[in-house]
């Protein structure tokens, strides 16, 4: 019955051994209950080289020792293998690893002994430590019996169980790394060089050691075998494991005798000399001019082919040369480029396009402006900032504009200001405030009066000047007036005069002397006779024509008589002998019996009315004054 029990559980485990690796990678994916960490294994070190493959790992056994003396009665070698999994603490050295689990060989590199094969590739030189974690069982059956060392009798149980242990150990990756010499149609080639490393790359020093070759000069080591020579003694060459070997050729010279030519290359002119340098050796140093080539506005830049360090044919070398318009000691064609820029500096405004220059070398003159800017109403002041005289940068230059209302051709904040006043003219009286214009430019409009000079009782007749149309210089221009005694808006001394004339109007007798006023203006009060007309044996019935108020034109007025009443009576008229017109005007005849009320006599007995009436009035309000003082 313990027979089939034990079968059927075997039966389980082998059934677990052939489940996929990943199911069993660690103790957590598939818990054994009766399952114990057995041994913590430092297996030591492995060496390999790159692109080597896997090696096996032995297993280990379970012993029975002898409790007496402690001698081995017997080993178990384990049954089956599973749940292995391993981690790499450098993963860049071995690359697709994998493990042959439960493997059995009986012969061979095995020795008879079960293993676990490791499989992976050495990908890289260097060195990683590999942590290796696999499950096994031992399956014995009892056995007891008496040992063969101390032949005390033991008892031993019966065996079977699950165990798993860990292993470490380091994988030491090494690559051989070699540099070989081909002595390339010569002898006496360095012998082959070689290191075992573990590092991914390795360093070599050129041998020192020369070939020889005869009719030939060694010159150094070549990648190739008809290459030039890029080694020499001494010289570092590093080989890295992708490419761990090398091989380099030697690079002979022919010791044929040749000749090196400098010459100046250009056609029309000799800038200097050829140079020329014959019988050389193959090999040796090839010559170097001798001096400095110089050419007017160039700058030598070399020599066309580039001068070999050593002669290996007959060569011509020809100077190179580049253009040097700035004469600063460096090609145009390798030096910096700059741009200068004209431009209006007028927003929202075209005045003239840009001009652009590119491609000027530094020092060089720099390029005026094509032309001369104009701006309507403007005059042109320069250049901000100011044009340099040479280009050492790039550079904007804006116009700078300065207005000229006056267009005459000059910035209006660069020329004279004048002032333009206008004053009344009159001395002790202000008629009008000083009007005064000041910061007139020369040829603007001169600005006028604002408003219409006026002056009671007088008439503006204009300015003293006369105002110019435009300005020229400082001015004060004074009104002229016109004196309006009428106030009919003309000056008195441009209108027509007239003249007012009395007369008595008696023919063969002269009454009164004519009055006449002359010089009299239109519209003003006809002057009156200056008296009363009077006339011995008349009354005085007034003029006619009625006299006009205002004068309007020459006007003469004659004296209108009628009979006095009293001269009837008597029978006759006064002697008129005794009547004489008197000169001067207001004259009137004397002896007159009857005498008209003179003009003005009534006005004078109303004056003397109201003189009473306030005195009557002062006088009452004194008593009533006195009287309320006396209470």
């Known amino acids: 019955m313990k027979k089939r029990i034990l079968s059927i559980l075997l039966c389980a485990l082998l059934v677990c051994g052939l489940l996929p690796t990943s199911a069993l990678a660690a103790p957590s994916d598939a818990p054994l209950s009766n399952a114990s960490q057995n041994q913590n294994i430092d297996a030591g070190s492995i060496s390999k080289n790159v692109s080597d493959t896997g090696f096996y790992q032995r297993m280990p056994r379970l012993t029975d020792t002898c409790r007496s003396c402690g001698g081995v009665l017997r080993e178990f070698i384990p049954d089956d293998y599973f749940g292995c999994s391993y981690t790499l603490s450098d993963e860049d050295v071995l690359s697709d690893c994998s493990f042959k689990v439960g493997t059995f060989k009986q012969s061979g590199d095995y020795n008879g002994l079960p293993c676990l094969e490791f499989d992976y590739k050495a990908a890289s030189p260097g060195t990683t430590t590999v942590k290796l974690t696999f499950y096994y069982q031992f399956d014995a059956d009892q056995e007891s019996g008496y040992c063969d060392i101390c032949g005390n009798y033991v008892t031993c149980s019966n065996n079977y169980n699950h165990y798993y242990d860990t292993v470490t150990f380091k994988v030491n990756v090494s690559e051989t790394y070699s540099l070989s010499y081909d002595a390339n149609g010569g002898s006496g080639a360095p012998a082959t060089e ?84 014959s019988d050389l050796l193959s090999g040796t140093t090839t010559p170097a001019f001798d001096g400095t080539p110089t050419r007017e506005g160039y700058v030598f830049k070399g020599w066309t082919p580039a001068v070999a360090e050593t002669v290996t044919a007959d060569a011509a070398y020809t100077a190179v040369w580049g253009e040097d318009k700035n004469n600063n000691g460096v090609a145009d064609d390798e030096e910096d480029k700059y741009t200068v820029t004209y431009t209006d500096g007028v927003e929202d405004e075209e005045v003239f396009a840009d001009q652009v220059y590119s491609d000027l070398l530094s020092g060089t003159a720099t390029p005026a402006f094509d032309g001369t800017p104009t701006r309507e109403g403007y005059v042109f002041k320069g250049w901000t900032p100011a044009v340099a005289e040479t280009v050492t940068a790039d550079a904007a230059y804006t116009a700078v504009w300065g207005e000229d209302k006056n267009n005459n051709g000059v910035a209006d904040d660069e020329e004279d200001k004048y002032i333009v006043t206008y004053t009344d003219g009159v001395e002790g009286e202000e008629v009008f405030a000083d009007q005064i214009y000041s910061d007139l430019l020369s040829g603007t409009a001169t600005p006028a009066f604002d408003g219409t000079p006026t002056r009671e009782g007088y008439v ?50 002269e009454v009164f002397a004519d009055q006449v006023y002359s010089d009299l203006l239109s519209g003003t009060a006809t002057p009156a006779f200056d008296g009363t007309p009077t006339r011995e044996g008349y009354v005085f019935k007034g003029w006619t024509p009625a006299v006009s108020e205002t004068v309007t034109a020459d006007a003469t007025y004659t004296a209108v008589w009628e009979k006095s009443p009293s001269s009837n009576k008597s029978g006759g008229t006064t002697n008129s002998s005794n009547t004489s017109k008197s000169s001067g005007s207001g004259a009137s005849k004397s002896n007159t019996s009857v005498s008209s009320p003179k003009t003005g006599d009534e006005s004078n007995i109303t004056l003397w009315i109201v003189l009473f009436a306030f005195s009557g009035i002062a006088l009452a309000g004194v008593l009533v004054y006195k009287r309320r003082k006396t209470n």
């Not at 020889?212 to 290459?227: A, I, L, P």
């Not at 490419?243 to 010459?263: D, F, L």
């Not at 309006?484 to 063969?508: F, H, I, L, M, R």
């Open 460 to 509: 503006f007749k204009g300015w003293t000047p006369a105002v110019a149309e435009t300005v020229t210089d400082d001015a004060v221009y004074t009104a002229v007036w016109g004196e309006d005694k009428n106030n009919n808006g003309v000056a008195d001394d441009e209108e027509d005069k007239y003249t007012v004339t009395y007369t008595d109007g008696v023919e063969g007798e």
């Open 194 to 277: 070689s290191k075992k490393s573990t590092e991914k790359s390795q360093e070599f020093a050129v041998s020192t050691n020369a070939p020889t070759r005869d009719d030939y000069t060694f010159v150094g080591w070549s990648d190739s075998e008809d290459g030039d020579a890029s080694y020499q003694a001494g010289d570092k060459i590093t080989l890295s494991y992708e490419a761990p070997s090398k091989t380099i050729y030697a690079v002979w010279q022919t010791n044929q005798k040749y000749t090196v030519t400098y010459t100046d290359g250009v056609e029309g002119e000799e800038v200097f000399a050829d140079q020329v340098y």
